[in-house]
T-cell receptor, first 112, second 115 residues
Framework: SQQGEEDPQALSIQEGENATMNCSYK?????LQWYRQNSGRGLVHLIL?????REKHSGRLRVTLDTSKKSSSLLITASRAADTASYFC????????????FGTGTRLTIIP | DSGVTQTPKHLITATGQRVTLRCSPR?????VYWYQQSLDQGLQFLIQ???????AKGNILERFSAQQFPDLHSELNLSSLELGDSALYFC??????????????FGSGTRLTVV
């Protein structure tokens, strides 16, 4: 079963615009992670935010976490064609990063 | 190259057959995780091994089994294959640490097609 649900399922924006995708989860977590997957390829770890953190930045990525609402958002600023991919949130319910549970993913398309 | 090696990249086999998927974790990583990705089920956790021992089990079918060897590489065995087993199978590895966790490192996957 999926722990997280991403919203929207698909998103198309013009190059240079910002992209925001959201993730909701059901149970308490230790940390939440975001991954990118290019079509048919392996997933690439983007960023990890711990349950006691509210916001984290990495380059053009900004992640927020609201544990009271059990939700997270990923913002990609100044999007590029190379950002076209599927983005997944993943939650770790235990102490450590054992058996991450992945959401359903958001398919992001950047239009040149 | 992520450092996690999966072989083969593609596999086509007939129903009822048995296949073995292989994964070599990133150097220094003791944990190996197997995931199945299909269009209808998304990414499903199958099983985790840590330093040779099974550590966690997900929705893994009885027809599937795995093991991790002393050199830390892992194999996922799928038997009595059905059409519905067609999917991408990913291996991931991670560092077991008491400090901040760095997430998983995924391999490029094995695409299994059962015909």
């Amino acid at each position: 079963s999926q722990q997280g649900e991403e919203d929207p399922q698909a998103l198309s924006i013009q190059e240079g615009e910002n992209a925001t995708m959201n993730c909701s989860y059901k149970t308490s977590i230790n940390n939440l992670q975001w991954y990118r997957q290019n079509s048919g390829r392996g997933l690439v770890h983007l960023i990890l935010i711990r349950s006691n953190e509210r916001e984290k930045h990495s380059g053009r990525l900004r992640v927020t976490l609201d544990t009271s609402k059990k939700s997270s958002s990923l913002l990609i600023t100044a999007s590029r064609a190379a950002d076209t991919a599927s983005y997944f949130c993943a939650t770790s319910p235990n102490f450590g990063n054992e058996k991450l549970t992945f959401g359903t993913g958001t398919r992001l398309t950047i239009i040149p | 190259d992520s450092g996690v090696t999966q072989t083969p990249k593609h596999l086509i086999t007939a129903t009822g057959q048995r296949v073995t998927l292989r994964c070599s974790p990133r150097s220094g990583d003791l944990s190996v995780y197997w995931y199945q990705q299909s269009l209808d089920q998304g990414l499903q956790f199958l099983i985790q091994y840590y330093n040779g021992e099974e550590r966690a089990k997900g929705n893994i079918l009885e027809r599937f089994s795995a093991q991790q060897f002393p050199d830390l590489h892992s194999e996922l065995n799928l038997s009595s294959l059905e059409l519905g087993d067609s999917a991408l199978y990913f291996c991931a590895s991670s560092v077991e640490a008491t400090g901040p966790w760095l997430g998983y490192t995924f391999g490029s996957g094995t695409r299994l097609t059962v015909v």
